[in-house]
């Protein structure tokens, strides 16, 4: 059960986590350099690998998503050639960060939709590395990176990838994908708070410096010693509380999660046309609907929200130039097909009432 | 009263938070781009500026202390001559970061010493900015930042503090020093749990890029919003968690808690001396004991510390050279007489039983 929260929470994360993983953030903390924490991190790191699809190193830093991105780009693409993949505020972000240390060639379609095959293949014979987010959270669009991650290997071009709204409910393959490195968050489908950003790296060949903070080599010699260390004090009551809702993940089981995040996906999104709600996402050639989230078109949004609110429902508005156009419904972590009826119920009477 | 410790922590951080802390990190979690995070934060900035000495904008990572210490480095030393003074391990962390964006004037002493006035006054007469650790914790020696800052102030060059290890239990003059930033740690002197990293900037000019995750100009931007926001997803049970030390912080006072720290660190030191214990500190010219973090010479610290810890007293050991050659206590945040009393009453058993 989700804990304490007045209202249901249908944003794209921070998600409301259970109890159990609330709870957890106020047990008395390790000693960041002694055998509980060290054995702590090795349980998340376990526990993380097969949401991740693969066997690579798993690093925490503390931090917000994003820090595990630019982590991941920066010692990737420094003084490379790579290409990205924008269709949505997260691609900008991936492009924006790799600008900083790589020479970028944008794969650009409207938000909402995806690029072509064609444009993502004549972008791939310029560069040496890939960047895709998986889950595109501003517009509702999960990438094909099965299709994706074919063109790129079948061109030797370097695949790294964000998952951070993806890990947790949808699969995540990183082995199948031949992806390089992996960024992923907490506060999404895995149902923890956050502050801490585990990546995976399944190859640190052509790792360059990155930021002090955030070179992923430290990580790695700080996670290697006797003590499973990290290289700075890390967010302690926050790795308390991962393992627990990482734990509760796997008592769901991997498989039954993802199913249960497809089903209720489709759930609101047949609710939303049934009632003559217009859904936003077009995914085109190379995506799908996203499993957890969900862009709907309606009329002011930001009034609708405010209603909703009132009801007991907490959903999102658009993103940068989404603003004012849409709105988004998370379906992730320990959102249930009740709370899903509860939204369309509520949005059909606020819809109604208007 | 400190919580659910097993034994009396004198690391020298994290500390171990009061009870009212360690709770407020299981409430619900505000949304984070809402009125109640906003007033959290805003909160915190208010909470903090007596502690940094200055009105400043303060603004709060999500990340460890280096986080903090780099988004301030980056922005103000790129492509600029800085000096930094290195004479223990945090002032070389602040070197080796600074090294990756400008370029580098070592003013170096022995470890647990201070440069001299000379030495000093003569590299700064090559450089912009002078970066500078307020409270060495590897070394237990307090920098006097009143003569630094006027050495630097006659120069013109700007000053960059570290304050991690001082703010909360001994004063911090941001005004009074002239600086241009300083960053904090929360979990030293203030007694909240770690993940999160105050930066204070007195002045704009001259804060050029940073990395992406780490541009204290988003920070900025996001915080001056309506809805006072971090630019990334905010660790928010930190944040609540450090409301709450604050606020212990406010009621103590501050100069009675600046008082307590001096007094009790003055309290270890003489036990020590009377024990025939050598303490390691040579503060030198620019420096005095440390008021939050003590060190002493001892034959096989390692040794020293598990027996320490078997009768329930966690002290550290020394850093980089310094390992198997010192102990370090700290007299942090929730430190007490009584606690002090009974690490002397425990190493005096220790040191005639070997």
Redesign the interface.
């Known amino acids: 059960m989700p804990?304490?929260?007045?209202y249901i929470n249908f944003?794209p994360?921070?998600v409301?986590?259970p109890e159990r993983v609330?709870?957890a953030?106020?047990?008395?903390?390790p000693?960041?350099r002694g055998e509980e924490f060290s054995e702590l991190y090795e349980r998340i790191m376990e526990l993380l690998k097969p949401l991740f699809g693969g066997d690579g190193d798993v690093l925490v830093?503390?931090?917000?998503?994003?820090?595990g991105m630019?982590a991941m780009v920066?010692g990737f693409v420094r003084r490379r050639r790579v290409a990205v993949i924008v269709d949505g505020k997260f691609g900008e972000r991936l492009r924006?960060?790799a600008s900083?240390y790589g020479e970028v060639v944008s794969v650009e379609a409207r938000w909402g939709t995806t690029p072509s095959i064609e444009e993502l293949e004549s972008s791939l014979s310029r560069v040496e590395t890939l960047l895709v987010v998986h889950n595109e959270t501003s517009t509702g669009v999960e990438h094909d990176m099965n299709a994706i991650s074919d063109i790129a290997m079948d061109r030797g071009v370097e695949l790294l990838v964000d998952v951070v709204s993806s890990i947790g409910g949808v699969e995540v393959k990183a082995e199948r994908w031949g992806a390089k490195a992996l960024a992923a968050g907490v506060?999404k489908c895995i149902g923890a708070?956050?502050?801490?950003a585990p990546v995976m790296i399944m190859r640190w060949e052509g790792y360059r410096?990155a930021?002090?903070?955030?070179d992923l080599t430290r990580y790695r010699e700080a996670a290697g010693k006797m003590n499973r260390e990290?290289p700075?004090?890390?967010?302690?009551?926050?790795f308390r509380?991962l393992k627990e809702a990482l734990l509760e993940v796997h008592e769901e089981g991997l498989a039954l999660r993802y199913e249960r995040h497809r089903r209720i996906s489709e759930k609101l999104r047949r609710g939303l046309e049934d009632m003559g709600v217009k859904l936003f996402a077009d995914p085109g050639e190379l995506g799908s609907y996203s499993c957890t989230v969900t862009s709907f078109i309606i009329d002011d949004p930001e009034s609708v929200r405010r209603e909703l609110l009132k009801r007991g429902i907490?959903v999102a508005g658009g993103q940068g130039p989404l603003r004012g156009k849409i709105l988004r419904a998370a379906t992730m972590a320990n959102v249930r097909e009740r709370d899903v009826e509860a939204l369309l119920f509520e949005l059909e009477n606020v819809l109604h009432s208007t």
């Not at 804990?3 to 007045?6: D, E, I, L, V």
């Not at 953030?25 to 903390?29: I, T």
């Not at 930021?211 to 955030?214: A, S």
Request: glycine letters at 8%; charged letters at 10%.
């Open positions: 804990s304490g929260s007045p944003i994360g921070p409301t986590p609330m709870k953030l106020s047990e008395p903390m000693y960041h830093l503390t931090g917000s998503s994003t820090a630019e920066s924006d960060i900083l506060q708070p956050p502050g801490i410096s930021p002090y903070y955030l990290t700075f004090t890390p967010a302690l009551p926050l509380a907490r």
